[in-house]
Nanobody
Framework: QVQLVESGGGLVQTGGSLRLSCVVSGRTASSYAMGWFRQAPGKERDFVAAISRSGGSTHYADSVKGRFTISRDNAKNTVYLQMNSLKLEDTAVYYC????????????????WGQGAQVTVSK
């Protein structure tokens, strides 16, 4: 059974930074393409970023491009989301996900999901 556990969420002021981590267990992380999604209250769960199995390719939503960076360390079975220049509208629960389609932005392409990490950006 594959499990994903996010950490690193919290409260930060606008313009600040946070780094989310997602540890994969049950199978080696390099077997999966990984993605980050987020869901704000009352809204759909939206794509944020994706990274290929090797880590050589990435893809971002336009809303975070230039501010967020997805990376992975397959030796540690961990995927990261570095979030800089945070805005109020970045407030959401952030989910990591594992799938078999590199750089997918559709939720349906992902097989496993973490429990989510709350990120709250304040003025």
């Amino acid at each position: 059974q594959v499990q994903l556990v996010e950490s690193g969420g919290g409260l930060v002021q606008t313009g600040g930074s946070l780094r989310l981590s997602c540890v994969v267990s049950g199978r080696t992380a390099s077997s999966y393409a990984m993605g980050w999604f987020r869901q704000a209250p009352g809204k759909e769960r939206d794509f944020v970023a994706a990274i290929s199995r090797s880590g050589g390719s990435t893809h971002y939503a336009d809303s975070v491009k230039g501010r967020f960076t997805i990376s992975r360390d397959n030796a540690k079975n961990t995927v990261y989301l570095q979030m800089n220049s945070l805005k109020l509208e970045d407030t959401a629960v952030y989910y990591c996900a594992a799938g078999t389609y590199d750089l997918a932005y559709e939720k349906a392409r992902y097989l496993y999901w973490g429990q989510g990490a709350q990120v709250t950006v304040s003025k």
